[in-house]
Every structure is written in structure tokens, then in C-alpha cells.
């Protein structure tokens, strides 16, 4: 009997060790605690897409213990960056996603800040830009379409989900640029969203969509579209048999980077810890299923690499809108 007791008490210890260890070895495991990603927009769009894609990623590799997520619309993403500013002091555990808009609305003074403004944490994703036209679309080629436009540029209706000036609208401008053709001649009529966009351009309302590839790769895989070529610097995995617009005859590259900023004076260990945390998530199965599924490229820029790729994409889309006459 004693033996007995004796071999359960060493037991019983011994179950209570490794849950002691275990749930050490658990709570060890996430490398940050917990992360509240603010988004600038409201459900559904590419910034909500990319910070919930990303906590879900993070959490489920065991990377982050928690992910909390809030929408906050206004100002063209104005009234979030203002928010994170302000209340400064109290949003070391908060990351913002933002992308491109912020350095074309920063130039086109929609809101007064800046990423300068901002702690850049790194560049996470990348969505590069497209030309698309409907699936039974006798444009088989941006050639084509280039055709097009020399005859004359006002039979050629080039569409975009936001305004005149809008990412879209440059991206399209951009390519036809690299082509030799005259910028401020293409005809571009905007949507004031990326479904109606495409809409119009199902409908015939439109000869030819500016989007990015991860808004048009899934209809381009159900047969509806025909993506022309991409703003790649070579052709993307993911859309193999897409040509890059540099093959096609536009030496264009660009690409609607998204990513995360914190508030300004993030302390050095928490900037450090958030970026070291995005760059051990791509070696993980489950980032590849959430980038997979959205079709977006990995283009990870950590601070500073961050903050000099946002200075040199300021120069090159500032350049083109005021040539465009937008600034």
C-alpha cells in the first residue's frame, strides 16, 4: 500500500510539473502578447482585409497571444492616423495598417500628416496594379489596348474604383507613360468603388479596368476577366501566365504596398518586437493560406527599409501627379 501511494504521489508531481511547464511553455510561446490592429476604413476593404488577415495569421501560429481589431472610418483614413497621434501615450499595443493612400492623400493634402508622423513597422504586403478587360473583349494584349488609345484616346474609357487622381487612376496613367504614350490624354472614369468599377466593366460601360491583381484574380480565374499584364519587376506565382506590363511594352513598376505603422514615439523594444513577429510569420503555414487565398505578394520592409521605399514612392507618384496636373 505504501509503494502504491508512494508511485501516485510521484505521479500526481509529476502531472502537476508538466502542466507547470506547459503552460510556461505556452505562454512563452506567443513572442508578443497582444496586438490592436486599428484600420482606417470599414469592413470588408483591403486595409480591413490585410489586419485581419494578418492577427488571424499571427494568432493561429502562436506568434501572438491576442488580436483585437477596430474600424475607423473618416477623412480618407484621416481620422485614424489623427487618433493614433493623439492619444499617443496610450497606443504602444496598437499597429495601424495603412498603404499607398497615405502618401497620395498626404501630397493631395487631405489630411496634414504623414507617414513621417507615424513609427513605420514594416511593409507587409504587396498588391502590384493591372489593366483588365472583360473575358469577351476582343483586347487580347495591353498592345492591344495600346492601339487603341493611339487611334484615339477619347474611344478608349479606362475605369477605377475612387476619384480622378486616385491610386487607380495613376496606376493607369503610369503604365501608358512607360508605353510612350501621353499621360494626361487617358480617358479615366472613376467609380466611387472598386465592385462598381468592375461592374461597369462587365457591362461594357468601361473598355478596360485599373485594379490590383488581388481584386481581379479570382474573377480572372472564373473567366469573367482577362488581366492584361501586371506592375511586377517578373511574373508573380500566383498569376503565372499573366505577362508583366515591362514585357508587354510598358517598362512600369509599382506596387500598393500595405503594412503597419504605430503611434509616434513607439518605444524601440515594442517597434523591434512588432517587426520581428511580421518577419517570422511568412515561414508559417499560416500566413501561406491567408496570402494564398488573397493573392498577395510578400514585399516584407522593415523600418528604415520602410521609411526609404516611402520616400522614393513619394518622389515617383508625386512626379506624376503634378505632371497628371493633381498637385
Not at 488609345?149 to 475612387?162: H, T, W
Not at 480622378?164 to 467609380?191: C, Q, R
Not at 491583381?213 to 511574373?235: F, H, I, N, P, Y
Not at 500566383?238 to 503611434?263: H, I, L, Q, Y
Request: hydrophobic share 45%; proline share 4%; glycine share 14%.
Amino acid at each position: 500500500m505504501k509503494l502504491f501511494l508512494n508511485r501516485r504521489a510521484m505521479l500526481t508531481a509529476f502531472a502537476a510539473v508538466a502542466l507547470a511547464t506547459g503552460a510556461a511553455g505556452a505562454a512563452s510561446a506567443a513572442e508578443v502578447e497582444s496586438i490592436h490592429f486599428l484600420i482606417p476604413g470599414g469592413a470588408g476593404g483591403g486595409w480591413d482585409g490585410t489586419a485581419r488577415g494578418t492577427g488571424e495569421a499571427l494568432t493561429k501560429a502562436g506568434l501572438v497571444g491576442t488580436a483585437s481589431f477596430e474600424n475607423m472610418s473618416g477623412g480618407g483614413g484621416g481620422k485614424a492616423i489623427a487618433h493614433l497621434i493623439e492619444t499617443a501615450a496610450k497606443q504602444d499595443g496598437t499597429l495601424m495598417v495603412n498603404s499607398t493612400p497615405i502618401v497620395i492623400r498626404s501630397l493631395q493634402k487631405v489630411f496634414p500628416q504623414s507617414f513621417r508622423d507615424l513609427t513605420p513597422v514594416a511593409a507587409v504586403i504587396g498588391d502590384y496594379g493591372t489593366l483588365v478587360v472583360n473575358a469577351g473583349s476582343p483586347i487580347k494584349s495591353f498592345g492591344d489596348l495600346l492601339a487603341i488609345y493611339k487611334e484615339d484616346p477619347k474611344k478608349l474609357a479606362i475605369g477605377g474604383g475612387s476619384v480622378a487622381g486616385s491610386m487607380d487612376h495613376v496606376v493607369a496613367a503610369l503604365i501608358f507613360k512607360s508605353a510612350g504614350a501621353e499621360p494626361t490624354k487617358v480617358k479615366y472614369v472613376p467609380y466611387d468603388a472598386g465592385g462598381k468599377a468592375m461592374a461597369g466593366l462587365l457591362s461594357g460601360e468601361i473598355e478596360a479596368l485599373s485594379t490590383g491583381l488581388g481584386e481581379a484574380l479570382d474573377m480572372a480565374k472564373q473567366g469573367q476577366v482577362r488581366v492584361l499584364c501586371v506592375t511586377s519587376s517578373a511574373r508573380l506565382g500566383d498569376a503565372p501566365d499573366v505577362p508583366t506590363c515591362k514585357e508587354s511594352g510598358a517598362d512600369a513598376e509599382f506596387v500598393n504596398w500595405r503594412g503597419f505603422f504605430g503611434a509616434p514615439g513607439l518605444p524601440a523594444d515594442k517597434q523591434a518586437a512588432y517587426t520581428a513577429v511580421l518577419e517570422k510569420m511568412y515561414a508559417t503555414k499560416e500566413w501561406e493560406n491567408v496570402r494564398s487565398r488573397n493573392g498577395w505578394a510578400n514585399i516584407f520592409k522593415p523600418g528604415p527599409d520602410f521609411v526609404s521605399f516611402l520616400e522614393e514612392q513619394e518622389q515617383q507618384i508625386g512626379d506624376l501627379m503634378r505632371e497628371l496636373g493633381f498637385l
